[in-house]
């Protein structure tokens, strides 16, 4: 039986939820032209979109703003986060930004030059966006055992080290600017990255002289998962696992919505390279403003400062990954299909499995998860063809890989009933799925159209 590990906090503050009846959802997603990004989240119940800034807060956190320092110029808040930062990771130099985007933004165009060719794991999607707008291509060289859903691998985040050679050999080691690790691994499904995998890559990287960035945005999670799964690693800190994966890299780019529990935050970290240092920071006084804010309020550096040390509690994490694992297990007890084993921060539910008549071009993944919004007002989201843009130049369709819908699990923030609702709703929604027909597109954007984009459904 699915184990459910309680929570190491109780609630202190709530937020209602609005319930909603059928037809007042079935009228909300038509309204919202079939696409779930264009839904009120007042008709949501269950918000499960991203786990990107919709975490809850603690107290301390709370009470940590109260104490923002909203100067210009040096603030104390800014020290405080500066402090924390050291701790964690024990490098030199670290610069806020407004989000994970923006920390791309100020770093890559000083690494990849027009021509070049960035190497991960897997990019993120902004941050192949980054990569492109420096003028680079994004190459990923993930671990074939990402792509296998139904198989077990303690690490099916890493880095396919021997293509990643291959890769450099390939292309020549002048034309690649960066190899970037993901941890966790987003794109494969928040699947971790081995400490032993990150090692190698570091030799790899410093074997061909190419800077090694970590995009560190689940570096806790990935932490924790090291700590559970890698031989000789569980009596460890997670804190010293942290700063092991970030012992042999140059420089990491940071999304702190995610394990820095806070609502809006970023950071860039440099271990040593000044003369880089200096470089990003000349694009962060136009794009995010003076260094010591970097786009966010003092009272926001407080909040991330205090998120950054809560955000490593091995209590919380084995909670939060404990909510992820569990929702998947209560799934596959009720026969439905999804990834194993799950990653830290989503489960992904094999649409192609439950909705086999729906083909590519359809959206099986999307459909899913309108039709679980319309039962159960749970929002979640394609990952799978609905998010891969139609080719340029032909306007064809590609297919992906793997038809997901994905449901993410925003930090403290759901209960044990929530996610019981979310299983048995998708579990009804798949006992009546032949009557999904799937949607087509009735007006879509050139380039990440999912989000705005226009459907209909086949009748
Ligand atoms: C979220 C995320 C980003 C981008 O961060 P934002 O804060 O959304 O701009 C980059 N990389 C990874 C792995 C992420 O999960």
Same mark, same amino acid.
């Given at each position: 039986?699915?184990?459910?590990?309680?929570?190491?906090?109780?609630?202190?503050?709530?937020?209602?939820?609005?319930?909603?009846?059928?037809?007042?959802?079935?009228?909300?997603?038509?309204?919202?032209?079939?696409?779930?990004?264009?839904?009120?989240?007042?008709?949501?119940?269950?918000?499960?979109?991203?786990?990107? /800034?919709?975490?809850?807060?603690?107290?301390?956190?709370?009470?940590?703003?109260?104490?923002?320092?909203?100067?210009?110029?040096?603030?104390?808040?800014?020290?405080?986060?500066?402090?924390?930062?050291?701790?964690?990771?024990?490098?030199?130099?670290?610069?806020?930004?407004?989000?994970?985007?923006?920390?791309?933004?100020?770093?890559?165009?000083?690494?990849?030059?027009?021509?070049?060719?960035?190497?991960?794991?897997?990019?993120?999607?902004?941050?192949? /966006?980054?990569?492109?707008?420096?003028? /680079?291509?994004?190459?990923?060289?993930?671990?074939?055992?990402?792509?296998?859903?139904?198989?077990?691998?303690?690490?099916?985040?890493?880095?396919?080290?021997?293509?990643?050679?291959?890769?450099?050999?390939?292309?020549?080691?002048?034309?690649?600017?960066?190899?970037?690790?993901?941890?966790?691994?987003?794109?494969? /499904?928040?699947?971790?990255?081995?400490?032993?995998?990150?090692?190698?890559?570091?030799?790899?990287?410093?074997?061909?002289?190419?800077?090694?960035?970590?995009?560190?945005?689940?570096?806790?999670?990935?932490?924790?998962?090291?700590?559970?799964?890698?031989?000789?690693?569980?009596?460890?800190?997670?804190g010293d696992i942290v700063r092991d994966i970030f012992k042999d890299a140059d420089a990491f780019t940071m999304s702190a919505k995610k394990d820095g529990l806070v609502n809006m935050g970023g950071l860039v970290g440099i271990r040593e390279d000044e003369e880089l240092f200096r470089k990003a920071r000349s694009l962060v006084v136009p794009y995010e403003g003076f260094v010591s804010y970097g786009g966010l309020s003092g009272r926001d550096l407080d909040a991330l400062a205090v998120g950054l040390i809560e955000g490593i509690d091995e209590d919380f994490l084995r909670s939060y990954i404990g909510q992820t694992r569990y929702l998947a297990e209560r799934l596959t007890e009720l026969g439905v299909p999804c990834q194993l084993p799950a990653g830290g921060h989503a489960v992904f539910v094999d649409a192609r499995a439950i909705l086999p008549h729906v083909p590519y071009d359809r959206f099986p993944g999307h459909s899913l998860c309108v039709e679980l919004y319309r039962e159960a007002g749970i929002r979640g989201c394609d990952v799978g063809s609905f998010i891969l843009d139609p080719d340029p130049e032909t306007g064809e369709q590609p297919e992906a890989e793997m038809e997901f819908s994905r449901f993410c699990i925003p930090r403290r923030t759901y209960t044990q009933a929530h996610l019981d609702y979310v299983a048995t709703s998708l579990q009804k929604v798949m006992a009546d799925s032949e009557r999904v027909k799937g949607f087509r597109i009735v007006k879509q954007e050139k380039v990440l159209r999912h989000f705005t984009a226009e459907l209909e459904p086949y009748e």
């Open positions: 039986m699915a184990r459910y590990l309680p929570e190491p906090y109780r609630i202190k503050m709530v937020e209602p939820l609005r319930v909603t009846t059928k037809e007042e959802r079935s009228a909300a997603i038509r309204k919202a032209h079939y696409n779930l990004f264009g839904l009120k989240s007042d008709d949501v119940y269950i918000d499960m979109l991203t786990d990107s /800034g919709t975490g809850a807060m603690s107290d301390r956190q709370w009470a940590s703003m109260m104490m923002g320092d909203e100067s210009y110029a040096g603030s104390r808040s800014y020290y405080r986060l500066m402090d924390v930062c050291d701790e964690l990771f024990g490098w030199k130099f670290y610069q806020p930004v407004h989000q994970g985007r923006a920390a791309e933004h100020v770093l890559f165009p000083h690494l990849i030059k027009k021509g070049q060719v960035s190497i991960s794991n897997m990019h993120f999607d902004t941050t192949t /966006g980054h990569v492109t707008l420096a003028g /680079g291509k994004a190459v990923n060289s993930v671990v074939p055992e990402a792509k296998d859903i139904s198989t077990y691998h303690p690490f099916k985040g890493n880095m396919d080290t021997e293509r990643l050679v291959e890769l450099i050999e390939m292309y020549g080691r002048e034309k690649v600017g960066m190899i970037v690790m993901t941890v966790t691994c987003n794109s494969a /499904g928040g699947q971790p990255v081995s400490l032993a995998n990150i090692r190698k890559t570091a030799e790899i990287a410093r074997r061909y002289g190419i800077p090694f960035v970590i995009d560190a945005a689940r570096f806790a999670e990935n932490a924790f998962f090291i700590k559970e799964r890698e031989e000789g690693q569980s009596d460890r800190p997670i």
